[in-house]
């Protein structure tokens, strides 16, 4: 059997057990019957069993060349490396939808699995359904429309291989599956939703979704580091975010995604803000979907775009009926939403529902920004464009503002502020100052002073926090301080994981503050054996060389650098930056050499070279503080997360949410 | 023709990155060009033939925080400081040039916005309907809380009366109580 | 929010169906279209010289034709090379009323080209694109249309079909 065949078939039969887990969690909503209930939660790993053969099909045919299958012939090339076989899947259109049907059927037999239990039987007929019915779309989508298993009547002996951007780096072998996880992961918070505003149950289900919402946050934000690692070492321009409207796609459902996180917890303890979570948790989804719909539509141009085609109209019409029907069922049952109780400002529920405001703003922003050419050309049939510049200027007060939400939100106490507040908000305040006078005193700019400003004041509430909690347990328990905060970060994971994430996020802001703004960039063109002085550097550039490697030509300019300043020390040495010409492409790609440390990264680009000689090259020198902490603080970022996921610790009661004190 | 091969090999740097880097990538390995530079010097009057040998010009930070706020025409998703094609290099080098002439960071991109439109403008302009994005923060945050007051003002007006303490709150309250005396 | 949401929802789907449905979604209308044709002056190909001269200059061989100004480059496959064909033919229908010209981004393979088509017109290079820049091209094939009173009629992007041609210098005869 050939794996073209196996795939096909694995399709069809995972579209037949996702039809069927859809018609019995219909039936078992219906006629209220555990029995078919039963029955689609058996579907569940028969579809999973079902795509991940297809997808292991697709990964065979392209380890074993099988030109006769048309995304075969169309994305790989026999010279490609081994691992750039193993993620040709995720290179194109086709093999991208089978990946994303594949996680979506995991995570849906995961679900399924708390079926009856945690999730109950009233609920997840409808939570199953609504995610047998986001599997039915996708599967139908490459049944019917971009089947990656079409054959083609004469198979070629050799393909094009991949975009060449996709193979200069390994990190795209990551990046996109992360991304996957976390999109496709915020459909199982919405599938929760959406059964309990079905079954007209509005509490439970942000404790039981917690898990998942963090699952699926944690992989994006995994995700969106790992995007900007990919740029910063692929697209050789020395940056890690430009605000493409792709990387906005995948921004906004994390930030709304966040709020929902965020808000929730004004749930769990007081009661309040049901419908609001809803909202978010739609808008999230729904947001994933948008971004799908951006890529594959053409709608707006992006670095990232997928072949368009009419697959776009489906996307379209995919992501009105997930906002129709979260919001329609919202509306439905309003009338029965409405909370009552008092929220003050200067509590935590205060802090929680103000970051919420802002991760709101944050996500309408980059959406208007991102849409606002489409907008502006329907009006006025004018091009324009909404570049990084825009959403840069824009970012700066919202990320100061929610900088300085982030270090009192977690200080101030559920409903009122007593004094002990008032002391730790003074000496965060202090320490504000103190950070941004001591920036300013150092000649910072007034943005990096202010960053560091606030990153101190972050510190010094997550450190306030702890030395009051680790004083009054080892007084009260007569046990040392080491104890104290083991016990304390282990007994409050909840509390623990979110300090260190959101120590996590003042690094982010510092670091992205520090890069961004001490940035230095230089090129020059240099002879063979001349030397340049830069940024207390020699550069000698050395003979060119041109390296032949099984997918790729390059050519490669040996740059001897020695440094001469005491800043620059540990720069010097060797670097190798080329450019890689792959046959597919008419440009060539710049592969930078980077080097990174805690202070500087060195960043050399070979930007052109002598095509008549070989005596000279184009060298660009980017130099920017403080990026390897930017990596630092997603690591960061990702450890809290998944410290929050950990199981309980014995002794707690099992299912139950610690309570967030 | 032997004129022409030399023509075409000289002009080659100038080719924007090739189709075929198998072929063209090793033409300056085996082969002398020495002679060809010369012979395309005198072929072609001064500005050209500056233009198609040697290498180019460094160019001053300024340049590049100009063509920083510039689109490239032809990519997708980069400023035409970032990126390497032939438009974007002639870009860099016209603003230079102008540079050099004396112009404004604005002149120079009313320059571009002349021939491409706003469209080349990676900033929207304060003007018109571009203006809009600018409030957009505003607008955002203006119309999220006041959805938000809206919705603080009706929970608190059904919560008066009941001590500060919301309905629900005491029916979770009294829910745990029970099943607490449940489990015993 | 409870009543507006579908009218938000309705807004979304219609722009992004509106995007959708755009003939041609990355096309960037020309801002100089009814402003003079700005003038060039141009090294002209090795086989065109005894004819055309060593430079061809714009200016001058405008007022009396209307002038069709077509942008390529040889690495522009297969696009530029779909497109050539059809602009041999329709010089060859309009030669008597219409100027044709090529502007070769760069000329390395210009010859080549020449031979596979016939190009039977005069072109020139644009070694830097200088001109690419002056008529605000972003991408090759262009072609330009530049009417009997100096200014630019029309701007189409992309390869043009033996109709495309025939609809767009017939916007200027």
Redesign the interface.
């Known amino acids: 059997m050939s794996a073209g065949l196996l795939g096909g078939v694995s399709l069809l039969a995972s579209l037949f057990f996702s039809v069927l887990g859809l018609a019995f969690s219909g039936l078992a909503y219906r006629f209220r019957d555990t029995r078919y209930l039963e029955a689609a939660k058996r579907a569940a790993p028969l579809v999973f069993a079902g795509l991940a053969a297809a997808f292991l099909a697709l990964e065979w045919a392209l380890i074993t060349h099988d030109f006769s299958v048309k995304y075969v012939a169309l994305h790989h090339s026999v010279k490609d490396p081994l691992w750039v076989t193993l993620v040709t899947p995720w290179a194109a259109l086709e093999g991208s939808i089978l990946l994303w049907a594949t996680l979506q059927s995991l995570y849906t037999w995961l679900v399924s699995r708390a079926a009856g239990k945690q999730l109950d039987v009233w609920r997840a007929p409808i939570a199953l359904a609504t995610l047998f019915g986001i599997q039915v779309f996708f599967v139908s989508v490459m049944v019917f429309m971009v089947n990656p298993f079409t054959a083609v009547a004469q198979p070629p002996l050799d393909g094009n291989g991949p975009n060449p951007l996709l193979q200069n780096h390994w990190m795209m072998a990551v990046h996109p599956v992360l991304m996957y996880l976390g999109f496709v992961g915020l459909s199982v918070p919405f599938a929760y939703a959406v059964s309990s505003m079905v079954v007209r149950r509005y509490q439970s289900w942000v404790h039981e979704t917690r898990f998942w919402t963090l699952v699926a946050w944690g992989f994006l934000t995994a995700a969106i580091f790992a995007g900007g690692w990919w740029s910063y070492e692929v697209l050789g321009w020395g940056g890690y975010w430009a605000f493409d409207p792709v990387e906005n796609a995948s921004i906004i459902p994390w930030f709304l995604a966040t709020a929902f996180l965020h808000t929730v917890q004004v749930q769990e303890r007081r009661g309040l803000f049901k419908a609001w979570n809803f909202s978010f948790i739609t808008l999230a989804f729904a947001a994933t979907v948008f971004g799908t719909f951006l890529t594959r539509s053409g709608v707006i141009q992006s670095v990232h775009a997928f072949a368009s085609g009419p697959i776009g109209v489906v996307f379209l019409g995919f992501l009105l009926l997930v906002l129709i029907v979260g919001f329609g069922l919202l509306s439905k049952v309003s009338a029965e939403l409405k909370d009552a109780g008092e929220i003050r400002f200067n509590s935590r529920e205060g802090a929680l529902l103000g970051g919420a405001l802002l991760f709101g703003t944050f996500a309408f922003v980059i959406l208007v920004g991102t849409l606002w050419p489409l907008v502006v050309e329907a009006a006025s049939g004018a091009k324009v464009s909404v570049g990084a510049p825009f959403f840069f200027q824009v970012s700066i007060p919202l990320g100061v503002a929610l900088l300085l939400l982030m270090g009192a939100g977690p200080v101030l106490p559920w409903r009122n502020a007593g004094t002990q507040v008032r002391r730790n908000l003074f000496y965060m305040g202090l320490s504000l100052g103190l950070g941004t006078g001591a920036g300013l005193a150092l000649g910072l700019s007034l943005g990096v002073s202010l960053a560091l400003g606030l990153f101190l004041y972050n510190l010094a509430a997550v450190a306030l926090m702890f030395s009051q909690g680790i004083a009054e347990r080892g007084t009260s328990l007569k046990i040392s301080a080491l104890q104290a905060f083991l016990e304390l970060a282990a007994t409050n994971k909840r509390r623990f994981g979110s300090h260190v994430v959101h120590v996590g996020v003042a690094l982010a802001g510092l670091a992205i503050a520090v890069s961004q703004t001490y940035r230095i960039e230089s090129e020059k063109t240099l002879r063979l054996s001349e030397v340049w002085n830069v940024a207390g550097l020699e550069v000698r550039l050395l003979p060119l060389t041109l390296q032949e490697e099984s997918n790729r030509q390059a050519i490669i300019a040996p740059l001897k650098v020695r440094s001469t300043s005491r800043l620059s020390w540990g720069a010097g040495g060797s670097y190798q930056p080329r450019l890689n010409f792959y046959p597919s492409s008419r440009t060539p790609l710049a592969a930078p050499h980077v080097r990174y440390s805690l202070f500087n990264d060195y960043y050399f680009v070979l930007q052109e070279f002598d095509r008549d000689k070989g005596a000279w090259a184009t060298i660009r020198l980017i130099v920017t503080p403080m990026v390897l902490w930017l990596w630092i603080s997603g690591a960061l970022i990702a450890l809290g997360t998944l410290y929050l996921l950990l199981p309980n610790a014995a002794g707690f009661k099992k299912g139950a949410t610690a309570p967030s004190a | 023709m032997i ?2 091969t030399v ?13 075929t ?2 072929d ?6 085996p082969r ?3 002679i ?2 010369g012979v395309v010097a005198l072929l ?2 001064g500005a ?1 033939a500056q ?3 040697g ?5 001053s ?1 300024e340049v ?1 925080q100009i063509a ?2 510039l ?1 490239c ?2 990519c ?4 035409a ?2 990126s ?4 974007a ?3 860099r ?2 603003i230079a040039e102008q540079l050099a002439q004396g112009k404004t960071a604005g002149e120079i991109r009313q320059f ?13 302009p304060k003007r018109g ?2 203006l ?3 409030f ?2 505003l ?3 203006g119309v ?2 006041l ?2 007051w809206r ?2 003002a ?3 007006s ?2 008066v009366g ?1 001590d ?1 303490v ?4 005491l029916e ?1 309250a009294e829910a745990s109580l029970s099943s607490k005396t449940e489990d015993q | 929010m409870r009543r507006f949401w579908p009218l938000i929802v309705l807004a979304l789907g219609g722009l992004f169906w509106w995007g959708m449905q755009r003939p041609d979604m990355n096309a960037l209308p020309s801002v100089l279209i009814g402003r003079p044709a700005p003038d060039f002056t141009l090294p002209v190909m090795f086989p065109y010289r005894a004819s055309w001269g060593q430079s061809f200059q714009l200016s001058k061989h405008l007022g009396k034709k209307p002038v069709i100004v077509n942008i390529w480059a040889s690495w522009c496959k297969p696009a530029c090379y779909d497109e050539a064909p059809h602009l041999q033919a329709a010089w060859q229908e309009y030669q008597d009323r219409v100027l044709f010209i090529v502007i070769d981004a760069q000329e390395q393979d210009g010859l080549t080209f020449i031979r596979l088509f016939g190009l039977a017109f005069p072109q020139v290079f644009d070694p830097l694109g200088t001109v690419g820049v002056d008529y605000g091209m972003y991408g090759v094939p262009e072609t330009l249309l530049i009417n009997r009173e100096d200014r630019v009629a029309g701007r189409h992007a992309d390869p043009l079909d033996p109709a495309g041609f025939d609809k767009l210098i017939q916007k200027v005869l």
Do not use: C, H
């Not at chain 2, 290498?55 to 160019?59: G, S, V, W, Y």
């Not at chain 2, 390497?84 to 438009?87: A, F, H, I, K, Y």
């Not at chain 2, 916005?113 to 900033?123: H, K, N, Q, S, T």
């Open positions: 004129q022409v023509f075409f090999q000289a002009g080659f740097k100038m080719a924007e990155r090739k189709t880097p198998r063209s990538l090793v033409s300056w390995l002398a060009a020495a060809a530079v072609f009057s050209l233009a198609s040998v290498p180019p010009p460094d160019l930070p590049f920083k706020t689109r025409p032809v997708q998703g980069e400023s400081a970032e390497n094609s032939g438009v290099t002639e870009m080098r016209i571009f916005v002349a021939r491409y439109g706003d469209w080349i403008l990676y900033e929207p309907l571009t809009w994005v600018w957009s923060p607008v955002g945050l999220l809380a959805v938000l919705y603080l009706a929970a608190r059904r919560s009941a500060n919301s309905t629900e709150e979770r």
